[in-house]
């Protein structure tokens, strides 16, 4: 059964602190993951999406890597802000379906 | 920019009830999808359509069905309202080939009563 892991649960870090956001699948055969931002009471949106030939890819300060070798992917946020505040959550597809497997999402407070 | 557009932010209905939620895009996606989200379950896919008329059943489509008459309009049925089905339900669309969904709605919080 495909699954995709996230860790931690949640995190709090201070202002200006970088952070890594840990995303491990199962899902075979890989197509693609993304991540998504999600603030409170809004839909997620989304930050980065990779194919199995890329293994890095930023948007601002946001920076995912990915190993397909492993199965696992990152997503480190350089220098936080308050509003990186939010749920974060990954999401890996195996390109036969539309019905994608979630992560249930890394919870990050930023405090000042 | 991109809009998907969610017709009702809150909604209380009763246990029974039929209940209409609606969804409009503007960026003539051929995909989209209606999610519901639960606190430590993660985002679960109730139905997606990948064009008008059609439909196909995701993760979770008991109690629920679907309609697209339009492309930019995409609506949940829920047939006859339950207490589970208490949520938050999103929107969202896609166009092109990673699968998953690209732009999402803010959401409807529904209760059930």
């Known amino acids: 059964k495909n699954q995709v892991e996230q860790s931690p649960q949640s995190l709090i870090i201070l202002e200006g602190k970088n952070c890594t956001l840990q995303?491990?699948?199962?899902?075979?055969?890989?197509?693609?993951l993304r991540w998504y931002k999600q603030d409170t009471g809004r839909g997620p949106v989304s930050l980065t999406i990779m194919t199995f030939s890329e293994n890095t890819k930023s948007n601002g300060r946001y920076t995912a890597t990915l190993d397909a070798d492993t199965k696992q992917s990152s997503l480190h946020i350089t220098a936080s802000q308050l509003s990186d505040s939010a749920s974060y959550i990954c999401?890996?597809?195996?390109?036969?379906?539309?019905?994608?497997?979630f992560g249930r999402g890394t919870s990050l407070i930023v405090h000042p | 920019d991109v809009k998907v557009t969610q017709s009702s932010r809150y909604l209380v209905k009763r246990t029974g009830e039929k209940v209409f939620l609606e969804c409009v895009q503007d960026?003539?996606?051929?995909?989209m999808f209606w999610y519901r989200q639960d606190p430590g379950l993660g985002l679960r896919l109730i139905y997606f359509?990948?064009?008008?008329?059609?439909?196909e059943k995701g993760d979770i489509p008991e109690g629920y069905s679907v309609s697209r008459e339009k492309k930019e309009r995409f609506s949940l049925i829920l047939e006859s309202a339950s207490t589970n089905q208490t949520s938050m339900y999103l929107c969202a669309t896609l166009q092109g080939a990673s699968r998953q969904p690209q732009h999402f709605g803010d959401g409807t919080r529904l209760s059930i009563l």
């Open positions: 995303c491990n699948y199962t899902v075979s055969p890989f197509s693609n």
């Open positions: 359509s990948y064009d008008v008329k059609m439909k």
């Open positions: 999401v890996v597809s195996d390109g036969g379906s539309y019905i994608p497997t």
């Open positions: 960026m003539d996606h051929e995909n």
